[in-house]
């Protein structure tokens, strides 16, 4: 059954954990060099592999013998990471290259909308709120992607490097607070 403050709630989760803002400056260094990106190809490409984590991640799991709890608090790890990683500016995760593949599957799609934190945060979600609520959370954020990609030159022009840095910094203490939150309800 939808549950509107799950749906709220797992939103604000993934739209953290994504950061499509922090990522603008990625998206928009790339949009420069490779000319338009195909906001349609990378919101779709990243919704199939979050869509499909979160009903096979599970199954995944079980072939190698590990509980979504543990998965749950080695996500809570990822996401305190991901999340001090915001705040302090400093890149404790290495982006792959973006010389391989399609500029707006490689690396727009995949690893910066639906990387390693998403798919972990995914499965993590699992583990607290119903799949339904969090496939509404993936939807309403695929949505949001869509806008930001299509639309990150004005975006660009509005925020400036301190807005964007802001944004990135405020994303980055709610991340930290859903870590500790995930690893003390799954510990």
Do not use: C
């Not at 199954?59 to 915001?86: H, N, Q």
């Amino acid at each position: 059954m939808l549950n509107f403050k799950e749906i709220i709630s797992v939103t604000l989760i993934l739209f953290s954990v994504i950061d499509v803002i922090g990522s603008l400056p990625i998206i928009i260094d790339l949009r420069r060099k490779v000319g338009a990106i195909q906001s349609e190809k990378a919101t779709l490409v990243s919704g199939l592999l979050m869509i499909s984590f979160l009903y096979v991640g599970e199954s995944i799991l079980k072939l190698f013998g590990v509980d979504v709890s543990s998965f749950a608090v080695a996500g809570a790890l990822i996401i305190f990471l991901l999340g001090l990683e915001m705040i302090l500016g400093r890149n404790i995760f290495k982006a792959d290259d973006h010389s391989t593949g399609a500029a707006h599957i490689v690396p727009i799609a995949f690893p910066l909308i639906a990387g390693a934190g998403t798919m972990t945060t995914i499965l993590s979600l699992k583990a607290e709120y119903a799949t339904t609520n969090i496939l509404a959370g993936i939807l309403i954020n695929l949505i949001l992607i869509y806008i930001v990609l299509k639309s990150s030159g004005w975006i660009e022009n509005r925020l400036g490097p301190a807005g964007t840095n802001i944004l990135r910094k405020v994303f980055g203490i709610i991340l930290l607070a859903i870590a500790i939150k995930l690893f003390k309800n799954n510990f």
